[in-house]
């Protein structure tokens, strides 16, 4: 459900307007994404902020080396370029950007090449050039990727996605031939929207998709089975789901006859029904409960055939939330009990699990530093577990696995604030291999990273890294980090372009981990849902308060993105008195309206229905509705994207607007491309890196 997060509606022509009226609102207009008055007011905006922002001293030269570290082609090329894995028996799939390929390329590389560190790549699909054909403003979807069939992989749906927004079109690709299948030669193909799709056979595919009728979230409203040859309209229906539901995904495991389907219903953002493909085509539900973290399907070997694994939210059959579960999916009714196999402590959380065909591996969270566990089933069902050796305090990312029968390898990242991420290959939980490291771009040696505790307004103890320049004294000008939301955790990831050069200006970073994320598991993102919300605030204030207290900042700039947007923006409209300056990204803004934008709808599970009484604890929050004209607030920079078709641009430009109402001053950059990233290729983020480097200078610095 976690991959699911990114998944977001389709804006159809008529949602792009605002669906009902609001005589109290004056900015509505700008809820109009493609409106000419409204991007009148766009290139109004871009034109007052941007040239103000590229003056600052030391811009050019900020944008430069922000590009160059996002281009070094000495950067690790993950297995990461097709699902269900980038890595076969034989092979490695990687997708790759750099200064030449601004669009990027995807492409291929022998296995063994890659293991010995030196791969040797042969391009599949260069979008620059087929953007350049068609004369299509195309990326690679992020969201869809290669969907290819194992365990030959030599049929892919591609993804593709106008100018970087979640919505794709699927095509089919020959690996042998290098080209696309055209529908006259039988090739499957599906017009652009948010859909998923995944292979029964050489010949059929599941599929969901928001081109055919969909939910009020602009999710897929039906799954159905298509058969090569034959037109969509005449594909079987497997299962269809009322609008009010959250929507529908397919997804397929394994290969030959231990390959599995599940078509994953979601009733709302947390709550769903896992469905099983059966033999005979007719779906059995799981044995899970609702809310459960349904993750994938794996046969590891072990004599029971291919199990599924879910993390629990909430207690279970005696089984606590938080703890990692399995059960048996044979094809045929009845499926497997639920089982225990992991149940984290009361400081720990499992970030991710993955499977290959020996062993299940779990990334674990203890205090928020990374820790690696091998899982294995013995005789009677039990679970043995055994730790992969990994640096403290440091993030990690399960990559890759091969999951062929009796293949036991993982691909995994390791990296941390001052660490440059590092390839490893594991095999068998014991012997590791280093397959690549990315280069580091500063001297490590010049910073310190610590980590801290604040104590929110209820008790609760909230950590908190700090990385600043080593030896430095005093209070520094401070950039700090959250997000706070949707289980996410934020982890001690090497520093971007910006905090780097945030860094060698003698600045500090700071990153919080607020509740609502998923830093210690499902009670810490469950202690700031919708009446809660106001938890994870508190948790933010108490960080920022504490590190003025404590002397370690002088001025404060808060920043999030998406989620982290909406709590940037409740920041500085709460304590204008405590943070100095805000950066507000991709944000949600208008809590009485955000279920009407995009895909609001399917959020009101984390935020509440602004329709109901809720809308009193919304109300209470809501950034848009608690702008006053009397404050004094920093100058804010707003940052959006026109392509965003996951949480609406209009939620920023109405924040800008009103602020310009009541006469507050503020910076607006709204970038065309970019979906809900903000940013469509690597230049564009090295833009953007240079424009927060600017906006930090200007607002923090004396």
């Known amino acids: 459900m976690r991959a699911l997060v990114a998944a977001l509606m389709l804006a159809a022509p008529a949602a792009l307007a605002a669906p009902a009226a609001d005589a109290g609102d004056p900015h509505l207009w700008l809820e109009e994404i493609e409106g000419e008055r409204a991007l009148a007011w766009v290139r109004e905006q871009n034109a007052r902020s941007l040239p103000e922002l590229e003056a600052t001293p030391g811009f050019a030269g900020w944008r430069r080396r922000a590009e160059a570290i996002l281009e070094d082609p000495r950067r690790i090329a993950y297995p990461t370029g097709a699902s269900p894995t980038g890595v076969t028996a034989d092979r490695v799939f990687n997708f790759w950007r750099d200064a030449a390929n601004v669009r990027g390329v995807w492409r291929v590389s022998p296995r063994a090449a890659f293991d010995a560190g030196r791969p040797e790549w042969t391009t599949l699909l260069s979008i620059d050039a087929l953007a350049a054909e068609e004369k299509r403003n195309w990326q690679w979807s992020g969201w869809t990727g290669a969907v290819c069939l194992p365990p030959a992989f030599a049929r892919c749906l591609v993804g593709l996605s106008d100018g970087g927004k979640d919505a794709s079109e699927l095509r089919e690709f020959d690996i042998r031939a290098r080209r696309f299948v055209a529908p006259g030669e039988g090739g499957f193909v599906l017009p652009e929207a ?181 899982l294995t089933r013995g005789a009677g069902g039990r679970w043995q577990m055994a730790d992969v050796a990994v640096p403290p305090l440091s993030a990690l990312s399960l990559v890759a696995t091969d999951a062929a029968e009796r293949a036991d390898t993982l691909y995994f990242s390791v990296e941390g604030f001052t660490e440059p991420a590092r390839l490893m290959k594991a095999t068998g939980g014991g012997r590791l291999a280093a397959i690549a490291a990315a280069p580091a771009f500063f001297d490590a040696d010049r910073y310190q990273v610590l980590q801290r505790f604040a104590t929110s307004r209820d008790g609760t103890r909230v950590p908190y890294f700090v990385v600043r320049p080593r030896g430095a004294t005093g209070a520094l000008p401070t950039h700090l980090w959250s997000y706070g939301g949707f289980e996410i955790p934020l982890l001690p990831a090497y520093l971007s372009p910006e905090n780097q050069l945030w860094l060698e200006s003698g600045g500090q970073l700071v990153v919080a981990n607020i509740r609502g994320g998923g830093e210690f598991g499902p009670r810490w993102h469950q202690a700031a849902l919708r009446e809660k919300r106001q938890n994870s605030y508190d948790d933010l204030h108490a960080v920022a308060e504490a590190l003025k207290r404590e002397g370690l900042a002088a001025k404060l700039a808060v920043h999030g993105r998406s989620n982290g947007g909406l709590m940037a923006a409740v920041a500085y409209t709460q304590r204008p008195d405590l943070y100095d300056a805000a950066l507000v990204g991709v944000p949600l803004a208008d809590m009485r309206r955000y279920h009407l934008l995009l895909a609001g709808a399917s959020w009101m599970d984390e935020y509440g229905n602004p329709e109901t009484g809720d809308w009193a604890f919304l109300r209470s929050f809501s950034p848009y509705h608690n702008i006053r004209p009397d404050a004094r607030y920093p100058r804010v920079f707003f940052y959006t994207s026109t392509k965003d078709d996951r949480v609406h641009p209009g939620h920023a430009r109405k924040m800008a607007a009103r602020m310009a109402e009541f006469g507050h001053p503020f910076y607006y950059y709204e970038n065309v491309d970019g979906g809900h990233a903000g940013v469509a290729n690597l230049k564009e983020s090295g833009y953007r890196a240079a424009l927060f480097m600017a906006y930090l200078t200007r607002e923090l610095r004396p």
């Open 194 to 374: 948010k859909q998923s799709a995944a292979w029964v056979d050489g010949d059929r595919l599941l599929v969901a998709t928001a081109a055919g009728p969909r939910t009020r979230s602009g999710y897929a409203g039906e799954a159905r089975l298509w058969r090569r040859g034959t037109p969509f309209a005449a594909s079987r229906l497997l299962l269809a789901v009322p609008e009010t539901d959250m929507g529908l995904w397919v997804m397929a495991f394994g290969e030959g006859e231990g390959r599995r389907h599940v078509v994953d219903q979601r009733t709302s953002f947390w709550t769903g029904r896992i469905h099983h493909l059966m033999a005979d085509f007719t779906l059995a539900p799981a044995p899970l409960p609702e809310d459960a973290d349904f993750r994938f399907i794996a046969n590891i070997g072990d004599g029971t055939g291919p199990r599924g694994y879910a993390l629990l939210r909430s207690d279970f059959q005696g089984i606590p939330a938080g703890s990692l579960v399995s059960y048996g999916v044979p094809n045929v009714r009845p499926l497997g009990p639920v089982e225990p196999v992991f149940a984290p402590s009361a400081s720990q959380a499992i970030a991710d699990v993955a499977a290959t065909g020996q062993a299940i591996y779990v990334s674990l969270l203890d205090n928020v530093s990374g820790r690696l566990i091998r």
